[in-house]
C-alpha cells in the first residue's frame, strides 16, 4: 500500500480572481455588465472546475497524504521525491509548475475539455484513480510521456528551467544586444531576442515565429532530446551579423549568448516574465536540453 503524498496543484478560476478584485460578487457582475459583458460564462467554468476537482478528491483513499497548493505559492511549496503530483485546471497550469518537479510522476485532469486544449491535462477526472495506481504500480492501460524541459545556465550558476521556450533579450522584446556563438561560429546581435522551444513549446510562440520563415528547422516533438531556437528580427549592421539565426540544439550541444546589455536584458521562462533572471553586461547563458523532464501519465491510445 503506497504512502506517497498526493499534491493537487490549482490556481484561481477567472471567476475567483474578479471576485477577489472587486470585492463582491455583486461588485464583480455590475463592472462586467458595464461593459456588457456577463458573469454567468465565468460562474459557469468555475463551477465545472469545483465539480472536476471534487471528482478528483473523492477518488483519493482516506489514508492517503494529501497537500492542496495554488500556483502562486509553487515557489514556496517543497516536492518530496514520491510525491504523485495532480494538475487540476487548464494545460499553462502544468508549464508553470514543470520547473519545480523532478522526476515525480504528474497526473493533468482537464476539467472542462471544451475550453481547454488538454495537451498536459489530458485525462478527464473518471480516470484520475487508474492513473494513481498506474504511477504507483505501473499497472494499467496507460504510458509515462517523458517532455523535453530546456535549460538556461548562467556563468555564476543561477539557473532557468521551461517545458515551453525560453526567451532571452531585452524586457522590451526589442533592440536586444548580445554576442551569440552555436556551431563554432560566434556574431554580435541586434534582435528583437531569441527564443529556445521544445517540442511542447513548438506549437506555440515557437511556431508562430517558423510559420512564416522560406527555410525554418524542423520543430521537435515534445520527448525529442532537441530544440529549436529562433532569433527575432535580426538587424544587419556594419557591428551585427544575421548568419546565426536559427538551428537545433542536440542532445549536449549549447546555444552561448554573452549579454551586451547595460541594462534590461532578462531571460524568462513559460511567458512568466515577472520571475526572469538578469541577462546584463557580462552575463553568459548556455542554453541546452535540461536533465530534468516532465514525466505525465497519459493513457494509451489503443485504450483511449
Not at 248 to 270: H, N
Request: overall charge negative; glycine content about 8%.
Amino acid at each position: 500500500m503506497s504512502d506517497a503524498r498526493i499534491v493537487i496543484v490549482t490556481r484561481k478560476t477567472p471567476f475567483v480572481q474578479l471576485i477577489e478584485r472587486w470585492g463582491t460578487r455583486t461588485q464583480a457582475e455590475f463592472y462586467l455588465q458595464t461593459r456588457g459583458q456577463s458573469m454567468d460564462d465565468y460562474e459557469a467554468a468555475h463551477e465545472g472546475f469545483l465539480k472536476a476537482l471534487d471528482g478528483v478528491v473523492r477518488q483519493i483513499p482516506a489514508h492517503r497524504r494529501r497537500a492542496t497548493v495554488d500556483r502562486s505559492q509553487l515557489d514556496r511549496f517543497i516536492f518530496a521525491a514520491d510525491d504523485v503530483v495532480v494538475f487540476v485546471g487548464q494545460d499553462g497550469l502544468v508549464a508553470n509548475a514543470a520547473k519545480y518537479l523532478h522526476g515525480q510522476m504528474a497526473i493533468g485532469i482537464n476539467p472542462d475539455p471544451a475550453r481547454y486544449e488538454g495537451v498536459l491535462v489530458p485525462l478527464p477526472p473518471p480516470l484520475f484513480s487508474a492513473a494513481l495506481h498506474f504511477a504507483e504500480e505501473k499497472e494499467g492501460a496507460f504510458t509515462v510521456e517523458r517532455r523535453t524541459m530546456v535549460e538556461a545556465l548562467r556563468e555564476d550558476g543561477q539557473r532557468l528551467l521551461a517545458l515551453n521556450e525560453i526567451y532571452i533579450g531585452h524586457r522590451t522584446h526589442q533592440s536586444s544586444r548580445y554576442r551569440i556563438t552555436f556551431g563554432g561560429t560566434e556574431e554580435r546581435h541586434s534582435s528583437s531576442g531569441v527564443i529556445v522551444a521544445t517540442g511542447t513549446g513548438s506549437t506555440g510562440w515557437a511556431k508562430s515565429i517558423a510559420t512564416p520563415m522560406k527555410d525554418p528547422p524542423a520543430l521537435p516533438a515534445p520527448s525529442d532530446h532537441r530544440l529549436a531556437f529562433f532569433v527575432r528580427e535580426a538587424w544587419p549592421s556594419v557591428a551585427t551579423g544575421i548568419s546565426v539565426t536559427k538551428g537545433i540544439i542536440v542532445d549536449k550541444d549549447k546555444l552561448i549568448l554573452a549579454s551586451d546589455m547595460p541594462e534590461e536584458g532578462i531571460a524568462f521562462g513559460d511567458g512568466i516574465e515577472t520571475d526572469p533572471v538578469e541577462f546584463l553586461s557580462g552575463h553568459r547563458l548556455q542554453i541546452g536540453v535540461a536533465e530534468n523532464a516532465l514525466h505525465l501519465i497519459r493513457q494509451n491510445v489503443a485504450a483511449g
